[in-house]
């Protein structure tokens, strides 16, 4: 039997600990882990099936954060090499977990609106993988 991870990186839980450090202190270190609403946003903006992208933090902070699935789930900023290096080490976890592979799930293709920028993230990806030997 072999065993594949579906691996869903564009996001975390908006209870991870990241995002709820982020959310709460704007000095956090994880606060450019996670795309914010500055004074040119339009937090009108919808998402590519018209559905609701930007939330406020908590009522009335005026705080808003990118989140193109559901509120429950904001997206990480892959701009951050951080949070690239970040994301590498997930993959690279479950690999030296003795996972089989890594399977993307449709959720891959909204890391960057630019389909060109997404191939180099996912290329950048499997190279740092490849370039990682397992433990």
Not at 71 to 91: A, C, I, Q, T, Y
């Amino acid at each position: 039997m072999k065993v594949t991870i579906d691996l869903a990186l564009n996001h975390t839980s908006s209870q991870h600990a990241w995002f709820q450090e982020a959310s709460k202190d704007k000095n956090s270190p994880y606060r450019d882990y996670y795309i914010w609403a500055d004074s040119n946003t339009d937090l009108n903006e919808k998402g590519p099936w018209g559905q609701q992208v930007w939330y406020e933090t908590y009522p009335g902070s005026g705080d808003f954060y990118y989140s193109l699935f559901i509120d429950s789930m904001p997206d990480l900023n892959f701009d951050n090499p951080k949070v690239r290096e970040e994301m590498v080490s997930v993959g690279m976890y479950w690999l030296n977990q003795g996972t089989d592979g890594l399977c993307l799930n449709p959720a891959a293709m909204h890391i960057y609106e630019e389909v060109d920028n997404n191939a180099a993230w996912w290329e950048e990806f499997k190279q740092d993988l490849i370039q990682n030997p397992f433990q």
